[in-house]
């Protein structure tokens, strides 16, 4: 019996419960009645619609209508969720659930062979034989048909290291070897194999893919090559700057082992190539003898994907690429070498019929400046020895859905992910999809309680036959909101073109400089009146209410009648004109405080003041440069630099839906989730104890214009539990990564004296050193605002603020954020010996009345002028 028949039973019922779930899934309206008759029944009837394909030599699976048609909006399907999570669930999960690493391995297609990619077997007898054996055969034949019967000699997977290599004497007994294929071996003395290879003067194309000497990172291995061997035209897949006919000969399928060609071949027979495939061959220019309207007077097919083409400017390509007058179809990165703007790209090439796949004239009439649906898809690279439960971590971001659950009372601050079945999970990408999915959740009972997740598919277009179902992945989201951006969670969109981007986005920010405000006398006065009258206090937050006990102040409770207003909420003009408030009433808050206790509002005022300050880690807002983001990525993936960021939402304390990963495709899913800035992570933190820590610092700030500001001497360590670690597990375990106990995990408080004295030991250095730094960098931060948001300074206002520090391996503080209105719970509850400052005991009971008495009184007890 359905669960369902206990609950809602009518349409009516479940109309009337799920409007706004149907409202936001998009589903049409004319399907609302069938959804409900699928789930009341529970019905999964999409095996008797569609049917699932491996492709991509099983690397992916893609969904195919077995139907005989299905017309639009005429059908909606349930489809199950295989797999669904809380984020630092996932891991624990994986490992614990039985077979579900199993399940989502299959799922993902990332159970098979991690050779997989490897080219398939040739079916030759080459398979059988050893390197030695090989070589021998060929050496026959070419003391039986002369030197020039061998050009092309592939010796691939054969277990050959540098001696072999040396001992099978390869350049005497074929002197005149076009190609070399070494692929799969063992090499890993670069100069052994630079001396082998530079005695083959011939030699047009050497392939050394997936041996141990090139993750050596020899960088002069490749110029040795290129200097030794003139005619080198390939290598390792690349065109090298002496590319030429022979080069794109081979691209165009003229040249192969069979037929290698040679120097009794001529130019001439690249008049007859109609298609020619540079995808990913590393050209930087084009414009070149070989290929030229006059060589290849026929070409009507190029690709150009993946090449920086950067040696010639956007207009001279598209000049001389005009001149291949039989040229109908091109694919090429947009953005990238020939603009941005696929529109542009036509009108320069009139000949033109398809852009990347689609119809010009289709391009023309909707005016799309980005055309991406032939983009290769992102697979994870698969190692030897990798558990299943790595491989899907990795590999889940190319499959992840999520939603946030939400009642009348308040929004789940931590999302929910799921995995879509077997059938959902075929579905793929398309710029111009035929389905729609949406999650749905269904409540048989009419409540959260007994809600089930499903995702909902229906088709958006006429279906037939044998088509592939597809959607998209970005529903909604335009090129304003970065769409080709994010289009590289799941493709490889241009490299080049992202590091293009942000390299001028970095020279841009190096550009600033900056000049440390002057010290200059207090410009404020004590607020006590010449009566020595007190000073009325309204506050909503509890510590304030019972600690603030010197007789200058008395507490209020209504807002109106006080002098000071110290607040937790937000003062706006509509909170004062509901409460009462005047402008002569002193604040905790400064106008335009967002710059610096908004994550992306502190990143954007420290890099207009400072550029790139050590202080601060390499920060993006997501929202607006995603794009600068993916070329840093991409820039430190090429220089083999360490690539782990963190992710941060706007506006959440306690780091709630902070996320620790080296993924980029998980870096940009998880704007999904909420505004969010990607931070470069501190991978090489100092540790205490072998453990992650930061500080917390706070400071008042009694005016912006002058800066006033002053530090407590009262400061703590916030200390992890687990040891640190960079494990791939352990960026799941909150313990490890992050430092705030007050709500999550088992608080260890630490006395700071204790903290720093045990520090000084362990690190030999000297506090006080760090100290000072850390000094300079808090007035650092608060100087970007008063000089880019001189608006924040108020005559009445007077606030307090957390800051949050780390420190580097080298003892370098690293600001962490900004907080308003901080939480002082360890501050009021223990009294503290100061090691900075004046020294003494700062009695716990007595904080607040050492912050009101600077802020309001300009007194100077407990505290240090910045």
Same mark, same amino acid.
């Given at each position: 019996?359905?669960?369902?028949?206990?609950?809602?039973?009518?349409?009516?019922?479940?109309?009337?419960?799920?409007?706004?779930?149907?409202?936001?899934?998009?589903?049409?309206?004319?399907?609302?009645?069938? #959804?409900?008759?699928?789930?009341?029944?529970?019905?999964?009837?999409?095996?008797?619609?569609?049917?699932?394909?491996?492709?991509?030599?099983?690397?992916?699976?893609?969904?195919?209508?077995?139907?005989?048609?299905?017309?639009?909006?005429?059908?909606?399907?349930?489809?199950?969720?295989?797999?669904?999570?809380?984020?630092?669930?996932?891991?624990?999960? %994986?490992?614990?659930?039985?077979?579900?690493?199993?399940?989502?391995?299959?799922?993902?297609?990332?159970?098979?062979?991690?050779?997989?990619?490897?080219?398939?077997?040739?079916?030759?007898?080459?398979?059988?034989?050893?390197?030695?054996?090989?070589?021998?055969?060929?050496?026959?034949?070419?003391?039986?048909?002369?030197?020039?019967?061998?050009?092309?000699?592939?010796?691939?997977?054969?277990?050959?290291?540098?001696?072999?290599?040396?001992?099978?004497?390869?350049?005497?007994?074929?002197?005149?070897?076009?190609?070399?294929?070494?692929?799969?071996?063992? %090499?890993?003395?670069?100069?052994?194999?630079?001396?082998?290879?530079?005695?083959?003067?011939?030699? /047009?194309?050497?392939?050394?893919?997936?041996?141990?000497?090139?993750?050596?990172?020899?960088?002069?291995?490749?110029?040795?090559?290129?200097?030794?061997?003139?005619?080198?035209?390939?290598?390792?897949?690349?065109?090298?700057?002496?590319?030429?006919?022979?080069? +794109?000969?081979?691209?165009?399928? %003229? *040249?192969?082992?069979?037929?290698?060609?040679?120097?009794?071949?001529?130019?001439?027979?690249?008049?007859?190539?109609?298609? &020619?495939?540079?995808?990913?061959?590393?050209?930087?220019?084009?414009?070149?003898?070989?290929?030229?309207?006059?060589?290849?007077?026929?070409?009507? *097919?190029?690709?150009?994907?993946?090449?920086?083409?950067?040696?010639?400017?956007?207009?001279?390509?598209?000049?001389?690429?005009?001149?291949?007058?039989?040229?109908?179809?091109?694919?090429?990165?947009?953005?990238?070498?020939?603009?941005?703007?696929?529109?542009?790209?036509?009108?320069?090439?009139?000949?033109?019929?398809?852009?990347?796949?689609?119809?010009?004239?289709?391009?023309?009439?909707?005016? /799309?400046?980005?055309?991406?649906?032939?983009?290769?898809?992102?697979?994870?690279?698969?190692?030897?020895?990798?558990? +299943?439960?790595?491989?899907?971590?990795?590999?889940?971001?190319?499959?992840?859905?999520?939603?946030?659950? !939400?009642?009348?009372?308040?929004?789940?601050?931590?999302?929910?992910?799921?995995?879509?079945?077997?059938?959902?999970?075929?579905?793929?990408?398309?710029?111009?999809?035929?389905?729609?999915?949406?999650?749905?959740?269904?409540?048989?009972?009419?409540?959260?309680?007994?809600?089930?997740?499903?995702?909902?598919?229906?088709?958006?277009?006429?279906?037939?036959?044998?088509?592939?179902?597809?959607?998209? *992945?970005?529903?909604?989201?335009?090129?304003?909101?970065?769409?080709?951006?994010? #289009?590289?969670?799941?493709?490889?969109?241009?490299?080049?073109?992202?590091?293009?981007?942000?390299?001028?986005?970095?020279?841009?920010?190096?550009?600033?400089?900056?000049?440390? &405000?002057?010290?200059?006398?207090?410009?404020?006065?004590? %607020?006590?009146?010449?009566?020595?009258?007190?000073?009325?206090? *309204?506050?909503?937050?509890?510590?304030?209410?019972?600690?603030?006990?010197?007789?200058?102040?008395?507490?209020?409770?209504?807002?109106?009648?006080?002098?000071?207003?110290?607040?937790?909420?937000?003062?706006?003009?509509?909170?004062?004109?509901?409460?009462?408030?005047?402008?002569?009433?002193?604040?905790?808050?400064?106008?335009?405080? !967002?710059?610096?206790?908004?994550?992306?509002?502190?990143?954007?005022?420290?890099?207009?003041?400072?550029?790139?300050?050590?202080?601060?880690?390499?920060?993006?807002?997501?929202?607006?440069?995603?794009?600068? +983001?993916?070329?840093?990525?991409?820039?430190?993936?090429?220089?083999?630099?360490?690539?782990?960021?963190?992710?941060?939402?706007?506006?959440?304390?306690?780091?709630?839906?902070?996320?620790?990963?080296?993924?980029?495709?998980?870096?940009?899913?998880?704007?999904?989730?909420?505004?969010?800035?990607?931070?470069?992570?501190?991978?090489?933190?100092? &540790?205490?104890?072998?453990?992650?820590?930061?500080?917390?610092?706070?400071?008042?700030?009694?005016?912006?214009?002058?800066?006033?500001?002053?530090?407590?001497?009262?400061?703590?360590?916030? &200390?992890?539990?687990?040891?640190?670690?960079?494990?791939?597990?352990?960026?799941?375990?909150?313990?490890?990564?992050?430092?705030?106990?007050?709500?999550?995990?088992? #608080?260890?408080?630490?006395?700071?004296?204790?903290?720093?004295?045990?520090?000084?030991?362990?690190?030999?250095?000297?506090?006080?050193?760090?100290?000072?730094?850390?000094?300079?960098?808090?007035?650092?931060?608060?100087?970007?605002?008063?000089?880019?948001?001189?608006?924040?300074?108020?005559?009445?206002?007077?606030?307090?603020?957390?800051?949050?520090?780390? #420190?580097?391996?080298?003892?370098?503080?690293?600001?962490?954020?900004?907080?308003?209105?901080?939480?002082?719970?360890?501050?009021?509850?223990?009294?503290?010996?100061?090691?900075?400052?004046?020294?003494?005991?700062?009695?716990? /009971?007595?904080?607040?009345?050492?912050?009101?008495?600077?802020?309001?009184?300009?007194?100077?007890?407990?505290?240090?002028?910045?």
């Amino acid at each position: 019996m359905p669960a369902a028949v206990a609950g809602i039973e009518k349409f009516e019922d479940f109309a009337k419960v799920h409007g706004v779930l149907l409202a936001a899934s998009g589903l049409p309206q004319a399907l609302h009645r069938k #959804l409900f008759q699928k789930l009341y029944s529970e019905t999964f009837d999409g095996g008797n619609h569609f049917q699932v394909e491996s492709v991509e030599d099983g690397r992916q699976r893609r969904l195919v209508l077995t139907a005989d048609s299905l017309g639009k909006d005429s059908d909606v399907f349930l489809v199950d969720h295989a797999w669904t999570f809380r984020l630092s669930d996932a891991y624990k999960q %994986l490992q614990e659930v039985p077979g579900l690493a199993e399940r989502m391995a299959s799922l993902m297609c990332v159970d098979i062979d991690s050779n997989s990619e490897a080219e398939e077997p040739d079916g030759s007898d080459d398979a059988k034989l050893s390197a030695v054996e090989i070589v021998e055969r060929e050496y026959c034949k070419v003391k039986e048909e002369g030197i020039d019967s061998e050009l092309w000699l592939e010796l691939e997977d054969l277990e050959i290291d540098d001696d072999m290599l040396v001992s099978l004497d390869l350049p005497s007994k074929f002197p005149h070897l076009l190609a070399l294929s070494l692929r799969g071996n063992k %090499l890993t003395n670069s100069e052994i194999v630079a001396n082998v290879v530079a005695q083959f003067k011939s030699l /047009k194309a050497l392939w050394l893919n997936y041996n141990p000497i090139l993750k050596a990172g020899d960088i002069d291995l490749e110029d040795s090559f290129l200097k030794n061997c003139p005619e080198l035209e390939i290598y390792n897949s690349r065109l090298t700057p002496k590319y030429g006919e022979w080069a +794109l000969g081979f691209c165009g399928g %003229l *040249y192969e082992k069979d037929n290698p060609g040679g120097s009794y071949q001529t130019e001439q027979l690249l008049q007859s190539v109609i298609s &020619l495939d540079l995808s990913n061959r590393c050209v930087r220019n084009l414009i070149t003898k070989a290929f030229s309207p006059l060589e290849m007077p026929v070409l009507s *097919y190029l690709n150009l994907h993946g090449n920086p083409l950067n040696e010639t400017s956007v207009d001279e390509l598209l000049k001389y690429l005009r001149g291949f007058i039989n040229l109908t179809s091109l694919e090429v990165d947009i953005p990238g070498p020939l603009g941005d703007n696929a529109v542009d790209i036509i009108e320069a090439m009139p000949t033109l019929s398809l852009l990347n796949g689609v119809s010009t004239s289709k391009i023309l009439e909707s005016g /799309k400046s980005i055309v991406d649906s032939m983009l290769k898809p992102r697979f994870i690279e698969l190692n030897d020895g990798e558990s +299943l439960t790595d491989r899907v971590i990795n590999a889940m971001w190319l499959h992840l859905m999520t939603y946030r659950l !939400a009642d009348e009372e308040k929004i789940d601050e931590t999302s929910v992910w799921y995995v879509m079945d077997e059938l959902g999970s075929a579905l793929r990408h398309s710029d111009e999809s035929n389905f729609r999915v949406s999650p749905f959740l269904y409540m048989p009972e009419g409540n959260l309680e007994s809600a089930v997740s499903y995702s909902i598919l229906w088709p958006t277009k006429n279906v037939q036959k044998g088509e592939e179902c597809t959607r998209d *992945y970005l529903s909604g989201i335009s090129e304003e909101r970065q769409r080709s951006a994010r #289009l590289t969670a799941w493709f490889h969109t241009p490299r080049d073109y992202f590091i293009r981007e942000y390299e001028k986005y970095i020279t841009k920010l190096n550009l600033a400089k900056f000049s440390p &405000l002057p010290v200059l006398p207090s410009a404020t006065n004590s %607020l006590l009146h010449s009566d020595r009258s007190v000073l009325h206090v *309204y506050a909503d937050i509890p510590q304030v209410e019972e600690l603030l006990t010197r007789p200058e102040f008395v507490i209020t409770t209504e807002p109106k009648n006080a002098d000071i207003v110290w607040t937790s909420e937000q003062v706006d003009e509509e909170m004062k004109k509901a409460v009462g408030l005047n402008d002569q009433q002193y604040v905790n808050q400064f106008p335009f405080e !967002a710059c610096i206790v908004m994550k992306h509002h502190l990143a954007e005022t420290v890099q207009k003041a400072h550029g790139t300050p050590e202080w601060l880690q390499p920060t993006y807002n997501l929202e607006t440069h995603l794009t600068q +983001l993916v070329g840093d990525y991409h820039t430190r993936e090429r220089d083999g630099a360490d690539n782990l960021w963190i992710l941060k939402p706007w506006n959440m304390a306690r780091t709630i839906d902070t996320t620790v990963t080296q993924n980029l495709s998980a870096i940009i899913r998880l704007m999904e989730t909420g505004p969010k800035i990607c931070q470069k992570y501190i991978e090489h933190p100092a &540790l205490f104890r072998g453990k992650k820590f930061d500080l917390r610092y706070i400071v008042l700030v009694r005016s912006m214009n002058p800066l006033e500001i002053f530090l407590t001497d009262v400061f703590w360590v916030r &200390l992890a539990n687990n040891t640190y670690s960079l494990e791939q597990h352990s960026l799941f375990e909150y313990e490890t990564h992050f430092t705030v106990m007050n709500y999550r995990g088992k #608080l260890n408080h630490m006395q700071t004296p204790e903290f720093v004295k045990e520090f000084e030991q362990e690190h030999h250095v000297q506090w006080s050193d760090i100290h000072q730094r850390i000094k300079k960098m808090i007035r650092s931060v608060f100087e970007s605002a008063a000089v880019v948001h001189p608006k924040m300074h108020s005559p009445t206002s007077r606030a307090m603020y957390g800051i949050d520090v780390m #420190l580097d391996e080298q003892y370098k503080p690293k600001l962490l954020e900004v907080t308003y209105c901080p939480d002082c719970t360890r501050a009021c509850k223990y009294d503290m010996e100061a090691v900075t400052g004046g020294g003494g005991v700062v009695r716990g /009971k007595d904080f607040y009345n050492y912050v009101f008495g600077c802020l309001f009184l300009n007194e100077t007890t407990h505290v240090s002028p910045l």
